[in-house]
């Protein structure tokens, strides 16, 4: 299951924060400082698993994350999740996330806030798992659908 | 009003909208705080607006700010409004901020029920959707309670899209709601076998997460997951299989054989690196279940180490660290295979990736013998020196301490080694762990007798030094090896060179900037080395060095008494007083050395640290009772009965027996040893309580392997762990010339004693003998020790409430909740009511279901029995026997025996061949159920044909879903259909509304070319009319609220009002649509017509057969039958047909003899029986309404027709 999806930037400005699991808002921005800190520390080129320790959960519970640019994409996910997985997972979600705004940046997840999120419920995860959204490439396709779908609704309303 | 309009359109001019707020949080870097809080007044008034617009522009900028971290729950008002806006983008913005911002505690939630159900049965599948989205995320259990059904009946919406939500967030209900569990679970294991492979998907996921928190009740899906994992193709879907059966063969290692082969193939044939990691952990958990008694499985170890190596090997990070991650699991259970690979493991040890370095490290943790363990640590010394953050240099310290201290010391062979190792560990600045090393150092010391000699000379090296530690270290944990240096400086002070020496070191004024804890130990520990050094010298006759030691006491000890800590103020004030004491007794001359010796006489021993919970409560002593009679305080122990005394002694282990009778004692010791050698289940116990009776072969006893003298036992300054490498190197090599002479030597010893390594032998460090007596005293525990229980599981854990057997069937008592229409008709007739009450919460075409329901009373407990049975079937290595038809009296029987139900009928029916006549049938039914099962018991006995076509049915009904081959087919008919588009739909009763139909239409662009400006206008008749939005004319078309690219297609949904239900109907209806090319755009129009059968106006609803039963009796029903001649499908596919195209639902099945039930959108209840005779079916049918009844008939023997 993923207990919650952190974007934000090089700087630990939040972009997108998403938790599947009720924490108060004091506890959700320190866990993306503490967050923040500790993908900041760590190189490009090692590897992109973190035991999250005492964050989350507990010790079931690892950060996954993707560096693109200025955005860290975290995921915290527990153990019956596949690692490989949710780093294919994140990809589609900012390929996903360049369909919807035509080469992504990080001024789009700014401005667009109200658009990303759905991108993130409509397409993808729902009840904090990461689920149909590990549908790979075949689904790629099908999650703009259903993003371009929502956006002719919202063209025709 | 339109002014109003008007005004609010203006005003919203000038609102920030969200991306003004963004902009303006932008520019405002420096008083950020000021500018929300500024933006925060502004919303607040703008909620207070009637704009509905202007409210959503507001709660969305809330939204963002409650990802800046800021508290939007005084908005959970405003949020409810705008969720229940109609326009869709109001609607979601509201939904949006909820999921954000609801949680269990937020008061208001209670006000959105209505509102979500609401959504949730909106034509639209957006509000659908994007209600079921928010509710995953503040699902409440009031909200899952009451909403639980209506998410159930989504869950075989039409569209996948909804069907896949639908599923996702059942597993949320379950959470909240477990009740909710069993009636719903076999949809969901329906939506397993569903066409869209994201609906399949998010059942797997579902079940998956459930499984993984109580696995044991899914073990029956087994059968079912394996064909999904064999015939499955999509990765994700396979990766959370897979995962899932890891979670399961520990609990059946059968099931782990099996799963071998497919899963080896898989590695092999994969080329997802996500697949095939998973597929080798999978294997691995298999693995680790058969680790016993499985010799034939090393091809797969090795196939898995294989695959990990490469992963290892691999220059992606990622799949460098998975593989150290799996290989530590391999670890556990195969310590060898991994071992093989220790260069790699090595190598990643000097990784630049922190992450990578830990897994290595954790798989070190297996690799070392007692051949490496030196290598090994001399590394992982080189590591700890040149780590920068504590974080990584107290993992490795741990990690050191870890692999010596495994196994009881298993592969310690030089004892002086470590605790030089130790020693070093104690230059480590800013550890936090120096309670660790200084649990090490006593545990070390109190139970490897022969180091003792060595350690208090390094401890006392260490206390010497303690001034750099204590001046240096104070801010951090390693003062606290300290602790252990004056403790074993002191308990063992007999070994010490130069105790006075020591004395003072620990009386420095230096100690008092110690934590309290560690003083303490301190002033105790004076005293015991006080106590030896009054010894020696008044042996030695030096009266006055013996008073000069006492001075140096009470001159330094006054500084401890001023301790602010209680526990050294006390104990110093104590041993102050008794030093001031034993001054005066010194000044008279008496010597005083013995009595303060007996003070700290005796040995301490180890006790295991959960020895006084596993004492057990003897037979008899109830520790409730009232003792009245204290116990004769006369007798003193060595009085007392032998009996008695033996079992004292055994149970209080440091109790001493004084002057008994020695022979006797070390006869009974003999014979116990002899007893608890016998015993497996013995925990070894010290010898220590008779150490003065050892001198029967004991312990102390055997020709030890001196300590080599060539080591010099007092090391000058901190000794450096390396020189013990080198001896260590030097020794083995001497061992290893004098090997024959030792091995001799040793199997005496063997022989004798009871030495661990004794017992615990590795062939390959055979050779390796350790330097010092490994006489580790194992832990004191009591002798009959309970056996250890786990710890319970955490009450708290939320998924335990979901630790429900599933298997067992479904009682009529557990039903979702369900929110009743106000039906006139359901108010009339009591009885008509039950069919209402079971919608839903049972499955319909579930034959299954519905015996386990007849016979649950009954049979329950066979019903189990056979679940394990039909798994234990599954699970047995035999290729499972092809279900073919048993042998059977008459050949539409042998047709039927295939399907699992009709098992169950054959062996009731062989009995109850005359029982189908249906009138009969009406009138006994309570009595013919009851020799139903009776026969079956009865046909059980007789080992005919019967039984094995049960067998051969059970794996159908696990394996699931092999029923006859039926082709696929759609309910969907075609509706219109042109170059352009095509149109099909699909009609279905409503079950919210009544009288209402939904008409699901779904449009296909055939075409190059955009289809867009659809637009959908029929013409309403008296008896049907379309909803229209409000406002829109019944000439007005309505809008499809969709464009269609090429190739696409896409569902609309609308909904009509019926009046009159009797009658089938048509409605001519227009789709006109603009379809633009590249040439340009033309207007196109396709006619149709939408044929209202009176099967349509029928919903699925199950039925019990005992409220059919009071149905049929009410004798308020017509009556009318219709035959169809000409019939060669089987009955079975008969009745499916039956069940799709009409919506009925089997009540009751015998042989070639079906009721069937549904239920018209206007409650009237339609009853029919269907028999099929050799070439014919019959159908006769009640119903409250007759027109009704003969209309159905006649689409029905349309439909057979075609059979």
């Known amino acids: ?157 | 009003m339109a002014l109003k309009m008007v005004k609010g359109s203006i005003d919203r001019m000038f609102d920030k909208n969200l991306q003004d707020l963004v902009r303006g949080i932008r520019n405002h870097k420096e008083d950020e705080a000021k500018y929300i809080s500024q933006c925060i007044d502004e919303i607040k008034q703008e909620l207070k607006q009637d704009n509905i617009a202007v409210k959503a522009n507001a709660v969305c900028k809330l939204t963002y700010l409650q990802m800046l971290g800021y508290d939007i729950s005084w908005a959970a008002f405003n949020i409810i409004e705008v969720m229940s806006a109609s326009k869709f983008t109001f609607k979601r913005i509201g939904y949006l901020a909820a999921s954000q911002s609801f949680h269990e505690g937020t008061d208001v939630i209670m006000l959105t029920t209505n509102q979500i159900r609401k959504d949730l049965s909106s034509p639209s599948q957006y509000d659908t959707g994007v209600a079921l989205t928010g509710l995953s995320c503040f699902v409440t259990p009031d909200l899952a309670r009451d909403l639980a059904n209506d998410i159930m009946t989504l869950m075989s919406h039409t569209k996948p899209y909804i069907r896949k939500k639908a599923v996702l967030i059942m597993y949320k209900v379950f959470l909240k709601y477990p009740e909710s569990l069993r009636p719903a679970f076999p949809r969901l294991k329906e939506k397993l076998e569903d066409p869209d492979p994201g609906v399949q998907s998010a059942a797997v996921n579902v079940i998956c997460e459930l499984a993984r928190r109580n696995p044991k009740n899914y073990l029956s899906l087994a059968p079912l997951f394996f064909k999904l994992m064999t015939s499955s193709t999509n990765n994700w879907v396979l990766i959370k299989i897979i995962k899932l059966f890891g979670a399961l063969t520990p609990l059946e290692p059968r099931l782990g054989k099996k799963l071998i082969e497919p899963l080896t193939n898989l590695i092999h044939s994969t080329s997802a690196m996500s697949l095939l990691y998973e597929c080798v952990n999978t294997v691995i958990a298999v693995l680790i279940s058969l680790s016993s008694g499985m010799p034939n499985h090393s091809a797969s170890i090795q196939l898995c180490v294989q695959k990990l190596r490469i992963l290892i090997e691999d220059s992606d990070q990622n799949l460098k660290y998975l593989g150290l991650l799996a290989m530590s699991k391999i670890l556990k259970t195969h310590p060898k295979s991994v071992q093989s690979h220790k260069d790699l493991i090595l190598q990643c040890l000097d990784d630049k990736d922190e992450s990578i370095r830990l897994r290595a490290l954790d798989l070190l943790y297996g690799m070392v013998s007692k051949k490496n363990l030196m290598e090994i640590v001399k590394k992982l010394m080189t590591h700890v020196d040149k780590a920068e953050g504590t974080t990584y240099r107290d993992e490795l310290l741990t990690k050191i301490i870890d692999i010596c201290s495994q196994s009881n010391y298993q592969y310690i062979t030089n004892f002086e080694w470590y605790i030089s190792i130790l020693v070093e560990l104690t230059r480590l600045e800013g550890t936090r762990h120096g309670h660790l090393i200084a649990a090490q150092m006593l545990d070390v010391a109190i139970r490897v007798k022969a180091i003792r000699k060595f350690a208090v000379s390094q401890m006392s090296a260490l206390l010497d030094s303690a001034h750099l530690l204590a001046s240096s270290t104070q801010r951090n944990g390693i003062c606290e090896v300290l602790y252990a240096a004056a403790w074993i400086c002191g308990e063992f002070s007999e070994h010490l060179q130069e105790p006075h020496h020591t004395l003072e070191a620990m009386l420095r004024p230096k100690v008092t900037t110690l934590p309290g804890h560690i003083q303490a130990v301190y002033v105790q520990n004076v005293v015991k080395l006080y106590a030896n050094i009054l010894q020696q010298k008044e042996q030695a006759g030096e009266a006055e060095g013996a008073q000069a030691v006492t001075q140096l006491m009470v001159d330094r000890l006054p500084q401890f008494v001023q301790s602010a800590d209680l526990e050294v103020q006390e104990r110093a004030s104590c041993i102050l007083q008794l030093v001031k004491h034993i001054q005066k007794l010194q000044a008279k001359d008496v010597p005083v050395a013995e009595e303060v010796s007996t003070l700290f006489a005796g040995e301490l021993n180890p006790v295991a640290p959960k020895a006084q919970k596993k004492v057990p409560v003897p037979e008899g002593l109830d520790l409730d009772a009232w003792i009245n009679e204290p116990l004769s305080d006369s007798e003193s122990e060595d009085e007392r009965p032998r009996a008695v005394f033996h079992e004292e002694e055994q149970r209080r282990p440091k109790h001493r027996p004084s002057e008994a009778d020695e022979e006797e004692l070390a006869r009974r010791r003999e014979a116990r040893k002899q007893e608890q050698a016998n015993n497996p289940f013995y925990i070894k116990s010290s010898p220590s309580p008779q150490k003065r009776y050892q001198d029967a072969p004991g312990v102390e006893h055997i020709p030890v392997v001196q300590i080599d003298l060539s080591v010099p036992l007092k090391v000058p300054g901190l000794p450096m762990s390396d020189q013990y490498v080198k001896l260590e190197e030097e020794r083995r090599h001497r061992q290893k010339l004098e090997k024959d002479k030792r091995r001799k030597k040793r199997k005496e010893k063997e022989k004798k004693g009871k030495r661990r390594h004794s017992s615990l032998p590795t062939e390959s460090d055979e050779d390796i003998a350790p330097a010092q007596q490994v006489d580790i005293v194992t832990e004191e525990m009591p002798e009959n020790a309970l056996p250890s229980d786990e710890d319970d599981k955490d009450p708290n854990d939320p998924y335990r409430a979901l630790d429900i057997d599933l298997d067992k069937p479904l009682a009529d008592s557990e039903k979702l909740p369900i929110q009743k229409h106000r039906n006139a008709e359901t108010s009339k007739s009591p009885e008509k009511d039950v069919p209402v009450v079971e919608k839903k919460s049972k499955k319909p075409k579930k034959k299954e279901k519905k015996h386990k329901e007849k016979e649950r009373d009954k049979e329950k407990k066979k019903q189990k029995e056979k679940k394990a049975e039909d798994l234990d079937f599954w699970l047995s290595t035999t290729p499972p026997p092809a279900p073919a038809p048993a042998p059977a009296p008459s050949t539409h029987e042998c047709e039927d025996a295939k399907t699992e139900a009709q098992d169950e009928e054959d062996n009731a029916e062989g009995q109850d061949q005359d029982k189908k006549s249906p009138k009969h049938k009406k009138k006994k039914h309570k009595k013919e159920k009851e020799e139903r099962t009776k026969g079956k018991k009865k046909s059980k006995k007789q080992p005919l044909g019967s039984e094995e076509a049960e067998a051969a049915g059970e794996p159908v009904q696990n394996g699931a879903a092999e029923e006859e081959p039926l082709p696929p087919e759609s309910s969907y008919s075609l509706l219109a259909e042109n170059s352009y588009v095509k149109m099909t739909c699909d009609i279905r009763g409503s079950l919210q509304e009544d009288s209402q139909v939904t008409v699901a239409i779904v449009l296909e662009n055939r075409s190059s070319s955009i289809l867009k400006g659809m637009e959908l206008s029929v013409l309403d008749s008296l008896n049907a009319r379309m909803a229209r939005p409000q406002g829109s004319s019944v000439h007005d078309g309505v809008p499809v609220p969709f464009q269609l690219p090429p190739g696409v297609s896409n569902e609309a949904q609308y909904v009509f009002t019926i009046q009159s239900i009797v009658m089938a109907q048509k409605l001519k209806g227009t789709l006109s649509f603009i379809a633009k090319n590249d040439e340009g755009a033309t207007h196109e129009k396709l006619d149709f017509r939408l044929h209202f059968s009176c099967s349509s106006y029928l919903t699925t609803t199950p039925c019990y057969s005992d409220a059919f039963a009071k149905l049929l009796e009410s004798g308020d029903l017509s009556m009318s039958s219709v035959k169809v001649d000409g019939i060669r499908m089987s009955f079975q596919n008969l009745l499916a047909k039956i069940c799709f195209h009409h919506h009925f639902s089997v009540v009751e099945r015998v042989d070639s003899c079906a009721s069937m039930y549904s239920r018209s959108i206007q409650g009237h209840h339609v009853c029919l029986l269907v028999k099929k005779g050799e070439n014919s079916v019959s159908v006769d049918g009640k119903c409250s309404d007759s027109t009704l009844l003969s209309n159905l008939l006649e689409e029905m023997k349309a439909t057979l027709a075609k059979c």
């Open chain 1, 1 to 157: 299951m993923i207990q919650a999806i952190l974007v934000f930037n090089n700087h630990g400005k939040p972009r997108l924060v998403r938790f599947y699991q009720r924490f108060p808002e004091e506890i959700q921005q320190q866990i993306v400082r503490e967050t923040f800190h500790l993908v900041l520390k760590r190189d490009d080129n090692i590897c992109n698993f973190l035991e999250g320790g005492s964050l989350i959960g507990g010790s079931d519970y690892k950060l996954i994350y993707r560096h693109y640019a200025t955005l860290y994409f975290v995921f915290c996910v527990d153990s019956s999740e596949s690692e490989l997985g949710i780093l294919d997972l994140i990809q589609v979600f900012v390929e996903t996330l360049d369909k919807c705004f035509e080469n992504v940046c990080e001024l789009d997840l700014i401005f667009h806030m109200d658009k990303k999120f759905p991108a993130l419920p409509e397409g993808k995860i729902q009840g904090a798992n990461a689920r149909e959204l590990q549908m790979s490439e075949v689904h790629s396709a099908q999650i703009c659908r259903h993003i371009f779908l929502l956006d002719s609704a919202l063209l025709t309303e």
